[in-house]
């Protein structure tokens, strides 16, 4: 089939490369030229396993292009994707600006019948306005090819993508089917997922607005998994448990399962933050407060200063003279992605404190030195205090304790008696759970874990 994608990014670049790798013909479109350039140089702008592999595979087969000419994709797809981003505006809603630019632009150029499929994550309602903005450029244009606005939410993980997309838990399509447009629309996307439901039917039919609901519901459903896991690690802290023990000891209900239910330094991503929030000022426009969620919202803020927290409780409020260590900058393991990462809340509570700081990540190396840079605009005495290092064990040259930020693999089994002689003093602050906390004790180490208070079981 021919595919448009409209939106190169994390989703849009996944999806077109995974649609090609199945036989599909896909033509993806980006107004960022710099991207579209690197991809068409036999680069990937964006660190993603195996995405590289099967984008070259593609391009050399002829069935994923790049451009930057919106007639021309149009022109291409008989399915067209709307996969750009939804970011927050200022008030938590979604910022729909770059979504209904796409459909404008779809509406200006179609010359027969389309499916237009929301991919991006959108409010309930969205289709209705993508409807509406191709309609009224049909209209001035006096044309009046068929469509039909589909919606079929994304959610894969990033630093998974590829797995997730190929073999996804579910396929959730949303389509009024009362209309002929809409039958059409029904029968080239169950086409179109075909080769996804070979070992078993994966796909959800529904109705457009419960489908945009589901995926706001999934994010919700997981970040408040996080936050009561976060709030509960706090009190074990105070009282002395271990919440890993609690994990599984609660995960062995089947009625309740073991994943997401990671204590951590909180959660951070392009999703998760946005879309609680969005998913909140949608209940709003209709007088509703989404209680659980502004909680799990508020107690996600609080976490990702955790560390901070207990740095400052352990060496006081004044950080001058004193070094830290840290190791992981982007949001989760895998990506270089930096968005709403718990790092850059870290390193801004220590190094305003006047402390230095040497950070490490194994990928998101120059995407974090691009953001902190940001960051730091308007304070550039502060981004002096950051040093990038090129290896874990550079940074811990002279710091007074190490913080682990994100889980990386490549974190979980260090040579403890080289971190304990490099550290100015064998103190780590484990924002992850990566280690055990009677093994750091017995090792010699002054461990703080999220929830794992080795010292309070001790008194
Ligand atoms: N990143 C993730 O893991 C997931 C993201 N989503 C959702 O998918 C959507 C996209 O997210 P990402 O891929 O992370 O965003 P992204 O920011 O990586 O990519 C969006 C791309 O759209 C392009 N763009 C903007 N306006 C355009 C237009 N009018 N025409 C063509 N291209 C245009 C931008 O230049 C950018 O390259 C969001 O709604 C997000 O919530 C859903 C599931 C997973
Ligand atoms: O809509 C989206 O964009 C996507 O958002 C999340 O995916 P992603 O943000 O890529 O990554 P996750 O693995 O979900 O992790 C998000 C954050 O939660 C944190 N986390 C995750 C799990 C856990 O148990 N504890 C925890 O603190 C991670 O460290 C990370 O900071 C969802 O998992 C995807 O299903 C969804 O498609």
């Known amino acids: 089939m021919k595919i448009t994608i409209i939106g190169t990014g994390y989703v849009g670049l996944v999806t077109g490369a995974c649609l090609a790798e199945v036989g599909n013909d896909v033509f993806c479109l980006d107004v960022d030229q710099r991207k579209i350039d690197i991809l068409n140089s036999g680069g990937i702008p964006i660190h993603e396993p195996g995405l590289s592999d099967i984008v070259a595979r593609n391009i050399a087969?002829?069935?994923?292009?790049?451009?930057?000419?919106?007639?021309?994709?149009?022109?291409?797809?008989?399915?067209?994707?709307?996969?750009?981003?939804?970011?927050?505006?200022?008030?938590?809603?979604?910022?729909?600006?770059?979504?209904?630019?796409?459909?404008?632009?779809?509406?200006?150029?179609?010359?027969?019948?389309?499916?237009?499929?929301?991919?991006?994550?959108?409010?309930?309602?969205?289709?209705?306005?993508?409807?509406?903005?191709?309609?009224?450029?049909?209209?001035?244009?006096?044309?009046?090819?068929?469509?039909?606005?589909?919606?079929?939410?994304?959610?894969?993980?990033?630093?998974?993508?590829?797995?997730?997309?190929?073999?996804?838990?579910?396929?959730?399509?949303?389509?009024?089917?009362?209309?002929?447009?809409?039958?059409?629309?029904?029968?080239?996307?169950?086409?179109?997922?075909?080769?996804?439901?070979?070992?078993?039917?994966?796909?959800?039919?529904?109705?457009?607005?419960?489908?945009?609901?589901?995926?706001?519901?999934?994010?919700?459903?997981?970040?408040?998994?996080?936050?009561?896991?976060?709030?509960?690690?706090?009190?074990?802290?105070?009282?002395?448990?271990?919440?890993?023990?609690?994990?599984?000891?609660?995960?062995?209900?089947?009625?309740?399962?073991?994943?997401?239910?990671?204590?951590?330094?909180?959660?951070?991503?392009?999703?998760f933050p946005k879309d609680v929030q969005a998913l909140e000022r949608t209940a709003r426009e209709y007088d509703q407060n989404l209680l659980v969620l502004q909680a799990v919202e508020a107690v996600n803020d609080r976490q990702k200063r955790i560390l901070g927290a207990k740095i400052i409780e352990r060496f006081g409020q004044d950080l001058s003279g004193r070094h830290f260590a840290i190791w992981g900058l982007a949001f989760k393991p895998n990506t270089d992605d930096m968005r709403e990462a718990p790092s850059r809340v870290l390193i801004e509570q220590l190094v305003s404190r006047g402390a230095t700081v040497a950070v490490y990540d194994p990928v998101a190396m120059e995407e974090a030195r691009r953001v902190l840079t940001l960051d730091f605009e308007s304070r550039p005495e502060l981004l002096q205090r950051i040093r990038f290092v090129d290896t874990p064990v550079n940074a811990l040259e002279a710091a007074d304790a190490l913080a682990i930020v994100t889980e990386w693999k490549t974190f979980r089994s260090p040579d403890f008696d080289r971190l304990k002689s490099m550290l100015r003093q064998p103190v780590v602050f484990d924002g992850r759970n990566l280690f055990e906390p009677e093994i750091m004790a017995d090792a010699g180490f002054e461990y703080y874990g999220i929830g794992r208070s080795v010292k309070a079981r001790q008194e």
């Not at 994923?64 to 008030?91: C, M, N, R, Y």
């Not at 993508?130 to 090819?145: F, G, Q």
């Not at 109705?207 to 994010?219: G, H, I, L």
């Open 61 to 271: 087969a002829g069935r994923l292009k790049f451009s930057t000419d919106v007639a021309a994709s149009v022109a291409h797809g008989e399915v067209q994707f709307i996969a750009v981003g939804t970011p927050p505006d200022e008030d938590g809603s979604a910022d729909l600006q770059y979504v209904l630019a796409a459909a404008r632009n779809i509406g200006r150029h179609m010359n027969g019948f389309r499916v237009i499929v929301d991919k991006s994550t959108v409010p309930v309602g969205t289709a209705d306005k993508v409807r509406a903005a191709i309609a009224e450029e049909l209209k001035k244009r006096d044309h009046n090819s068929g469509f039909a606005v589909v919606s079929n939410p994304e959610f894969l993980k990033e630093g998974a993508a590829v797995e997730d997309f190929m073999r996804p838990d579910r396929i959730v399509i949303g389509i009024d089917e009362h209309t002929p447009d809409g039958q059409r629309a029904h029968a080239l996307m169950k086409k179109l997922y075909l080769p996804f439901n070979r070992n078993h039917e994966r796909t959800f039919w529904m109705d457009v607005r419960s489908a945009e609901f589901t995926k706001y519901a999934a994010n919700a459903m997981l970040a408040t998994r996080i936050s009561f896991m976060n709030e509960l690690a706090n009190l074990a802290d105070k009282v002395g448990a271990d919440i890993e023990a609690v994990r599984h000891g609660i995960g062995s209900d089947p009625r309740i399962g073991y994943n997401f239910l990671y204590a951590g330094c909180g959660y951070g991503g392009s999703c």
